[in-house]
């Protein structure tokens, strides 16, 4: 009887150690990542006002970007390499519609109408040439990359202001020919969605936390298996209130949290893409999305058009990137002509993969975990440089180092598992 | 004639056609606008030369199995701590060359053996992680640059520690000693004869190991590794030996681009030399799983030579020539890599 007990014990005892191992593997660059965070935080000695301020706009700036590589992971081509294309076509109608002078709000929605049919075209291009590189999807999108990149350099370098004529002195180098290599937004779009409609920090939290109990009581009650979701329901019930805690505690008190400020109406654009792709994967296509990327084959027995859905994956993400880009420069206020493109596609990639995402999978929410964990590293990495090492400039490198470092561990890992499976397999075959 | 015609076409291929069109439309308008045909042979030759064992590089890796070596980064970081070291130690001359040789050659032995290990993990995806191993890399070394502790005084900054961002050859007489070896001219041309014996004696020693037995096994193992495996041949081993070659070469080849152009560069431009070694390989008529040293020579010549002649050419027409002439390198380059993804066997 004893006997009997004791090896009860056990089992539930290695269950649990199965659980937390599991959960280690499965979360192993996440968990990794936070801890450097906290590590580099710590060190870097910042204050906290600075930091918020900091990370508020970074997110409100990136996060619609990462969001962008969700569906086409979700179809089975992997890290979205080729949103830089969908960026080149932003910052390309942001050139023009700055040269045009449309300014605001109303600047920021011609760029989004006038990038979608190029970022539409690109995205068919693309897709198309995904389809002739199946697996190699990812390495295709790099290289594809590059070689736009250079056709967009001949065209902002030698075309424009030669051939094609642009009279702005401004925008224009002093040769009469080719666009500056930095566009200074400010006068123009800079802040055009952000500047629409600010909250305070504590209001949006209280606001937040409010909607949230709202809604997860809502759906709670009227969901049927209560027992199941119970300890969610209350634990996510608790953030909510930590939430309307910490922005009543803020207000009451007269830190500097009282001035970041919110930029609402990006935000919303953001919470509004989640919604979307929630949605969009309980629709038809959205599920054949989901059959094609696990696999083709059985997608194209059971008479889903494999190649024309991979397309479609790719204009979307095109699309989304396009939009993103534009969000992402109105809030930079400045961008590099020939360089801003480049940088975002590493390192939303690496932001998403931080999150915890692989290159088979990929959800909403490990796209902001990733984005809020690795924009907390690009903000402190610097200054923890500079104190532990006694150099800014190692703290720089090092964040390059790990936004690099990131994509090929995880691409490593997830390329081992499925080897691994490969031969079991075989194996078992 | 057609029907010749179709044949040449579909083994040259398209992309390498347009290519070669123009570099002869480059080579025309060059004569018609009467620049110094000598003084763009020589260079070409000496531009061609220096990139020459860095291509060489790529070769192992086709042939071996792993495709095209875009981790050559590794192997380039090699060769610089080597030249480092031998700067360090005060070498000059011919000394200091070898020496560099000799220093990098464990290191990238060692660090061969672990990417070759890594990569064997890695099958199937190769190409996209030795791409990010090797940025990586490249990063982690400017880290280790901005505390390296080198002492000598082309290296060190006046004040504070680290490495300079380019490390000047000339002061131990390193700078184009290859070029300069048994230099001769006719007429205008000049020949930098060391340079091109030592490319072809890398070629010479890579041709005779691939006719070995590790190098027909190795081919065997590229080609088809089921077979390979099932005819007794340990392929990852195989895949191991011809990434520890490639790095090596890689290493070497650094220290042969370094000495011609006169200086080591260590921050930025090891990034993007991987990608200028496998396009010039590819323009060379090699794909992703087949590559002879043919492909190597016949590549670096007309990647190199379009890159030295585009210059002068481009100046006629722009004002901004060297944007020019990187525009155009970006475009072939990455041009032809894309056309290279697109023949993997229909994609499946």
């Excluded at chain 1, 009279?167 to 500047?195: H, K």
């Amino acid at each position: 009887m004893a006997n009997g007990k004791n090896t009860a014990d056990i089992k539930l005892h290695s269950k649990y150690v199965h659980m937390v191992k599991s959960f280690l593997t499965a979360h192993m660059v996440t968990i990794l990542f936070v801890a450097l965070s906290l590590l580099a935080l710590y060190a870097s000695n910042m204050n906290i006002f600075l930091y918020v301020t900091d990370i508020v706009s970074r997110i409100s700036r990136n996060a619609f970007l990462v969001l962008s590589l969700i569906i086409p992971a979700v179809a089975g081509m992997g890290m979205n390499f080729s949103i830089v294309l969908g960026a080149m076509a932003a910052q390309a109608i942001i050139i023009f519609v700055t040269h045009w002078g449309v300014t605001g709000f109303p600047g920021i929605l011609l760029c989004m109408v006038l990038s979608t049919p190029v970022a539409i075209l690109m995205g068919y291009l693309t897709g198309s040439l995904f389809n002739k590189t199946k697996g190699q999807e990812m390495i295709t999108g790099l290289i594809l990359g590059f070689f736009v990149a250079g056709i967009y350099w001949f065209f902002f370098l030698q075309l424009v202001g030669g051939i094609i004529p642009m009279d702005n002195p401004i925008l224009v180098l002093s040769s009469g020919v080719g666009i500056r290599t930095t566009i200074d937004l400010s006068g123009g779009i800079r802040y055009g969605l952000d500047d629409v409609y600010r909250l305070s920090l504590p209001i949006v939290l209280i606001i937040a936390g409010v909607i949230g109990i709202v809604y997860r009581g809502f759906s709670f009650f009227r969901s049927k298996n209560q027992t199941e979701s119970k300890l969610t329901f209350f634990f996510s019930i608790i953030v909510f209130v930590a939430a309307i805690a910490a922005g009543i505690a803020i207000m009451s008190s007269t830190t500097l949290l009282n001035n970041v400020r919110i930029p609402v109406v990006t935000w919303l654009f953001i919470a509004g893409l989640c919604l979307l792709i929630a949605f969009f994967q309980h629709t038809k296509l959205g599920q054949d999305m989901r059959t094609v990327g696990q696999d083709r084959h059985v997608a194209a027995v059971s008479g889903i058009p494999v190649d024309k859905v991979r397309i479609i994956a790719i204009i979307m993400s095109m699309v989304l990137a396009s939009w993103g880009h534009i969000i992402f420069l109105q809030n930079m206020g400045a961008f590099s002509t020939y360089g801003s493109h480049e940088q975002i596609g590493f390192y939303s990639i690496a932001a998403i993969l931080i999150g915890g995402a692989t290159v088979k999978k990929a959800t909403i929410g490990q796209a902001l975990l990733g984005v809020f964990l690795f924009h907390t590293l690009f903000i402190v990495a610097p200054a923890a440089g500079r104190n532990i090492f006694g150099d800014a400039q190692l703290g720089e490198f090092f964040r390059v180092f790990v936004a690099y470092g990131v994509i090929g561990a995880t691409l490593a890992l997830h390329a081992w598992k499925t080897l691994l499976q490969s031969k079991q397999k075989q194996l078992g075959s | 004639m057609i029907k010749l015609l179709k044949n040449i076409i579909a083994t040259v291929s398209v992309p390498r056609l347009i290519i070669i069109g123009f570099f002869i439309a480059l080579l025309i308008s060059a004569v018609v606008l009467q620049l110094s045909i000598s003084e763009l042979l020589s260079s070409s030759l000496v531009r061609i030369g220096m990139n020459s064992v860095l291509v060489l590089a790529i070769l192992p890796s086709i042939v071996c199995g792993t495709g095209p070596n875009f981790g050559l980064s590794l192997g380039i970081l090699c060769g610089l701590v080597g030249g480092l070291t031998a700067v360090e130690f005060r070498l000059d001359g011919y000394t200091n060359f070898f020496a560099a040789i000799a220093f990098a050659l464990p290191l990238a032995v060692l660090v061969g053996y672990g990417y070759g290990l890594l990569l064997n993990k890695v099958k199937g995806a190769e190409m996209m992680f030795s791409m990010f191993i090797g940025w990586s890399a490249v990063s982690l070394m400017k880290m280790f640059w901005l505390v390296a502790p080198y002492s000598s005084p082309e290296m060190a900054w006046p004040i504070g520690r680290g490495v300079r961002v380019t490390v000047a050859l000339l002061n131990r007489q390193v700078a184009q000693i290859l070029n300069n070896t048994l230099i001769f001219k006719i007429g205008d041309i000049t020949i930098p004869t060391g340079l091109w014996l030592f490319f072809f004696l890398c070629c010479f020693l890579v041709w005779i190991f691939l006719r070995t037995k590790t190098g027909i096994a190795m081919h065997a193992a590229g080609d088809n590794p089921r077979f390979a495996e099932a005819s007794g041949i340990d392929v990852d081993r195989q895949r191991v030996i011809g990434t520890i070659l490639s790095t090596i070469l890689g290493a070497i080849g650094i220290l042969v681009y370094a000495q011609s152009f006169g200086f080591y560069q260590l921050y930025e431009s090891p990034h993007w030399m991987p990608i200028i070694a496998v396009a010039a390989i590819l323009i060379g008529g090699a794909s992703i799983k087949k590559a002879s040293i043919a492909n190597v020579i016949i590549g670096v010549i007309l990647f190199q030579g379009i890159l030295v002649v585009a210059m002068p050419v481009f100046n006629i027409f722009t004002q901004d020539m060297a944007s020019m002439g990187e525009i155009s390198r970006v475009i072939m380059q990455n041009g032809i890599i894309l056309y290279a993804l697109t023949q993997i066997s229909g994609g499946e």
